[in-house]
């Protein structure tokens, strides 16, 4: 069967890009979505800084709660995501080509992938890219034991450990968060190119609620989505910036207090807020690739210079590690883990969820013309296989750092939980410390405003009806706003407090993405032959 059997039946819908929208003080916004949600987030920035200790000890408290009672709901649904992409990419529905069989794509391969691998996971390799694998190793999952205690190594617990750590920060970062955007994604895009809907998470639903779907139902649907998008991405923000001032304060003595926190996210917010009206491909796409490639150099000066033979053999050891381990690592039921399964597992579900939207959006936004089979494979098996590697070399490096040269550095930011320090710690003992270190910090910036940009474009989008030409205005909002979710989530609460915010946003938007699953099923079975 040939790639252009699969032809496009648009449907006389009648729903078009910002139908509903009002236009007022040179803005042109959908109402009530735009109102409702500035309004709510306004309102929640106010009250948060009022009552920042209240407001610390109820969003901890509702982490605590949700990771601990729907633990079930954000596992079921990470299997349920991996499994549906794998089953549409050998199935003949991923010849279906995403804006009909003549489409042609927008943007080459280098600058597609550049994009959707920035907005994906940027900021978090950079921050747990060392952490995870060492925090791993010396809190190992499933059972193993630990291979130190009271700061001696037990050398009969050591490989066992350090399998079994990589193993799990691979899991965190691998099939589950990209099959989550991918679901998003894609349901987006069949609808805005196939269909010819407004790009709009709401219009992922249609094959589902028909023409309801511009009623109260998606409403209810996008103001979900600019919740869940806006505070996943405070999350990231946070750790972006708590990340970046320690390496500052590490290289040049920046004092690392909530007040430098707080002039860097407005600093940073201030840069994106230029990107912001440089628009998408003069902002987020050079952006994107400037940071692929100090990306790309930083791995290379890393796996060079660091145990160059051990990363290499490591590569391929801990993808067979990972999915060997991979059911048990997926399984919820009976664990004893509970630790390792709430306070990392499912917090990391809840937060690629909360970032589904704003991600999937984006993807779709530049994967026009792109067959189904090879959207998947692409969003989903390559940026896998450079999650193991970046893991491979930064955290693999930082193990053997410990192991076989005893330095301690990293494994002490693990025991003492700064977390925002495990990279710094480990670029301390390769050559060119300072220069990599500052490279780090860069990139973290970047990763930061490319994240900031493309999130105010997702938002404002949304917000506007769909509509992708909206006033600049509406975008600079938006970006404003970021920050400052980031900033008071940052003071009511520090980390604890940015993590309960992706997971409260990212449980509603769970169960809606396991109707999205269908409908995007449904969408591709319409597809005419």
């Not at 959207?375 to 955290?395: K, N």
Request: net charge negative; aromatic share 12%.
């Amino acid at each position: 069967m040939a790639e252009t059997d699969f032809k496009t039946e648009v449907p006389d819908h009648g729903l078009e890009p910002g139908q509903d929208n009002v236009k007022v003080l040179g803005l042109d916004v959908h109402n009530p979505v735009f109102f409702f949600s500035a309004v709510v987030i306004v309102a929640f920035v106010i009250v948060t800084l009022i009552f920042r200790d209240s407001a610390g000890e109820v969003l901890g408290g509702l982490r605590t709660w949700l990771t601990s009672t729907f633990d079930w709901l954000f596992m079921l649904a990470g299997n349920l995501f991996v499994l549906f992409c794998i089953a549409i990419v050998v199935s003949p529905l991923g010849k279906v080509r995403l804006g009909g069989a003549d489409a042609k794509p927008d943007f080459s391969y280098s600058g597609w992938f550049a994009m959707l691998f920035a907005a994906g996971m940027g900021i978090g390799l950079m921050f747990f890219g060392v952490l995870e694998p060492m925090y791993h190793f010396n809190n190992p999952p499933l059972g193993v034991a630990a291979p130190v205690t009271d700061g001696m190594v037990n050398p009969q617990a050591v490989d066992a450990a350090r399998e079994v750590g990589m193993s799990a920060t691979i899991f965190h970062w691998g099939l589950h968060p990209w099959a989550i955007y991918a679901v998003v994604a894609l349901s987006l895009a069949l609808a805005a190119y196939n269909k010819q809907l407004p790009l709009s998470v709401r219009s992922a639903f249609y094959p589902i609620f028909g023409e309801r779907i511009r009623g109260w139902i998606g409403h209810v649907i996008d103001t979900l989505a600019v919740f869940a998008t806006l505070f996943g991405l405070a999350t990231s923000l946070g750790f972006g910036a708590s990340q970046a001032l320690a390496g500052l304060n590490e290289l040049y003595g920046v004092p690392n207090t909530d007040t430098m926190k707080v002039l860097l996210i407005l600093g940073i917010t201030a840069v994106a807020l230029v990107s912001v009206v440089a628009g998408l491909e003069a902002g987020v796409k050079r952006l994107s690739e400037i940071n692929m490639v100090l990306a790309l150099v930083l791995l290379l000066f890393v796996i060079i210079l660091g145990p160059t033979l051990a990363i290499i053999t490591g590569f391929f050891s801990n993808s067979w590690d990972y999915i060997t381990r991979l059911p048990q690592l997926s399984n919820w039921i009976g664990r004893e883990d509970t630790g390792f399964l709430h306070g990392w597992t499912t917090f990391y579900w809840a937060w690629w969820i909360s970032w589904s939207p704003f991600v999937g959006m984006f993807i779709a936004r530049v994967s026009y013309g792109r067959t189904v089979r090879e959207f998947i494979i692409c969003v989903l098996i390559i940026p896998t296989l450079v999650s193991i590697l970046w893991m491979t070399t930064f955290g693999g490096t930082a193990l053997n750092q410990f192991l076989a040269d005893g330095y301690t550095g990293v494994q002490q930011t693990v025991v003492d939980y700064v977390p925002e320090l495990s990279l710094f710690r480990m670029l301390a003992e390769l050559p060119l410390a300072g220069l990599t270190s500052l490279v780090g910090i860069i990139l973290v910036i970047v990763f930061f405003v490319t994240s900031s940009d493309s999130g105010s474009l997702v938002i404002d989008t949304i917000t506007a009806g769909g509509k992708v030409d909206a006033p600049v205005a509406q975008r600079v909002f938006w970006a404003i706003f970021e920050g400052l979710v980031a900033i008071v989530l940052l003071l009511g609460g520090g980390l604890a407090a940015l993590q309960a915010g992706a997971i409260a946003t990212g449980f509603p938007f769970a169960i809606l993405m396991l109707l999205m699953m269908y409908a995007t099923f449904r969408a591709l079975r319409s597809e005419k032959r």
